[in-house]
T-cell receptor
């Protein structure tokens, strides 16, 4: 059963610390998305990649957030330095490129981040 | 720009009753529309999708949705609610012309009363 995996599932850290979240997309998927979910803002797209290249990161605060895909099996989202307002659930999703009808996104279970 | 509006942040129905969750969209191009469900402490799972084929779309767990272009709506329904349907439901839209972003609505929390 192919699934998107995310680690860690939970992270509690202190303000100012670096946070790294990892995502393993489904094998063969070449598009990866990072979302953030909060009560106030709902689901927001932070960034997405196709074939490991960033296509759009306009939703991501550039001064402290960075997203990369070191290889096809790993995507990372880093926050440095972290702030309490970054507390949220961060989801990774993977999918296929556009043009076909089977281009849904498959979501991971999320990383719940708490910044004290 | 594409957007979706979900009417009602909370919907409560009795077990066995009809479920109706409303979604209206705005899109300048023929849209792709999706309904996702999120159970507590889990990621989002696709319920169904509309991609310009049949206007009545059947999904998993007995849910279906009808695309109505004249009303710019894509409401989600289920004839008979089950306790296991309690979750949060998100409507999302994506542009047709190569856009891959999913723009989500604010979500509707569905509660099922015994």
């Amino acid at each position: 059963d192919a699934r998107v995996t995310q680690t860690p599932r939970h992270k509690v850290t202190e303000m100012g610390q670096e946070v790294t979240m990892r995502c393993q997309p489904i094998l063969g998927h070449n598009t990866v998305f990072w979302y953030r979910q909060t009560m106030m803002q709902g689901l927001e797209l932070l960034a997405y990649f196709r074939n490991r290249a960033p296509l759009d990161d306009s939703g991501m605060p550039k001064d402290r957030f960075s997203a990369e895909m070191p290889d096809a099996t790993l995507a990372t989202l880093k926050i440095q330095p972290s702030e309490p307002r970054d507390s949220a659930v961060y989801f990774c999703a993977s999918g296929f490129p556009p043009g076909g009808i089977n281009n849904e996104q498959f979501f991971g279970p999320g990383t719940r981040l708490t910044v004290l | 720009a594409q957007s979706v509006t979900q009417l009602g942040s909370h919907v409560s129905v009795s077990e066995g009753a009809l479920v109706l969750l409303r979604c209206n969209y705005s899109s300048s191009v023929p849209p792709y529309l999706f309904w996702y469900v999120q159970y507590p402490n889990q990621g989002l799972q696709l319920l169904l999708k509309y991609t310009s084929a049949a206007t009545l779309v059947k999904g998993i767990n007995g849910f279906e949705a009808e695309f109505k272009k004249s009303e710019t709506s894509f409401h989600l329904t289920k004839p008979s609610a089950h306790m296991s349907d309690a979750a949060e439901y998100f409507c999302a839209v994506r542009g047709y012309q190569g856009a891959q972003k999913l723009v989500f609505g604010q979500g509707t929390r569905l509660t099922i009363n015994p």
